[in-house]
T-cell receptor
Framework: AQSVTQLDSHVSVSEGTPVLLRCNYS??????LFWYVQHPNKGLQLLLK??????LVKGINGFEAEFKKSETSFHLTKPSAHMSDAAEYFC????????????FGQGTRLTINP | DADVTQTPRNRITKTGKRIMLECSQT?????MYWYRQDPGLGLRLIYY???????NKGEISDGYSVSRQAQAKFSLSLESAIPNQTALYFC???????????FGSGTRLTVV
């Protein structure tokens, strides 16, 4: 079985400071890992995905995430927060093969302070 | 046009009513999914389908049914809606060779 735990339900940072959103996963098989963002009253947008290639994955809007198998983590980072980054972020795990069902974390709400 | 289209975008219905949420996709993918989003719970899988003849229950299928009318169409039904089915519903399709998923814009359902 697969599962995802997002370690913070809410993160608040000041504009221009680094962002760290933490995610731990559990998977019986080699996983695919994703980060999605959802802005208020909007749908889901893919930020980045890991599918067993490079462990450091670069995404859109300056975000990146590092796959650490030994720590079963896939934390999302950004060097400098922008007001437009305020949103809900979801860490997601899926099997590389088989049904490839997505299993979502509970979400982390990111607030950016001016 | 969007790759995955969900209708309606918003719906308010009464307890006990039957309601259908529709989803169509132009990606040409066989795999389609229905998810439900609740605050603090992320998205949870209701049903998924690998082709017209292959439909599978997800983790929260009770109270829901689905119909795969064609490769491009996957509908979700609530036979007798109840208030705790108030949620945001997402349809998605995926390409298994690239692990790429495409989500619809969501249907916000309120059961009163």
């Amino acid at each position: 079985a697969q599962s995802v735990t997002q370690l913070d339900s809410h993160v608040s940072v000041s504009e221009g400071t680094p962002v760290l959103l933490r995610c731990n996963y559990s998977s019986s098989y080699s996983p695919s890992l994703f980060w999605y963002v959802q802005h208020p009253n909007k749908g889901l947008q893919l930020l980045l995905k890991y599918t067993s290639a490079a462990t450091l994955v670069k995404g859109i809007n300056g975000f990146e995430a590092e796959f650490k198998k030994s720590e079963t983590s896939f934390h999302l980072t950004k060097p400098s927060a922008h007001m437009s980054d305020a949103a809900e972020y979801f860490c997601v795990v899926s099997e590389v093969r088989g049904a490839q069902k997505l299993v979502f974390g509970q979400g982390t709400r990111l607030t950016i302070n001016p | 046009d969007a790759d995955v289209t969900q209708t309606p975008r918003n719906r308010i219905t009464k307890t006990g009513k039957r309601i259908m949420l529709e989803c169509s996709q132009t990606k040409g993918h066989d795999r389609m999914y229905w998810y439900r989003q609740d605050p603090g719970l992320g998205l949870r899988l209701i049903y998924y389908s690998f082709d017209v003849k292959d439909i599978n229950k997800g983790e929260i299928s009770d109270g829901y049914s689905v119909s795969r009318q064609a490769q491009a169409k996957f509908s979700l039904s609530l036979e007798s809606a109840i208030p705790n089915q108030t949620a945001l519903y997402f349809c998605a399709t995926s390409d298994p060779t690239t692990t790429s998923y495409t989500f619809g814009s969501g249907t916000r359902l309120t059961v009163v």
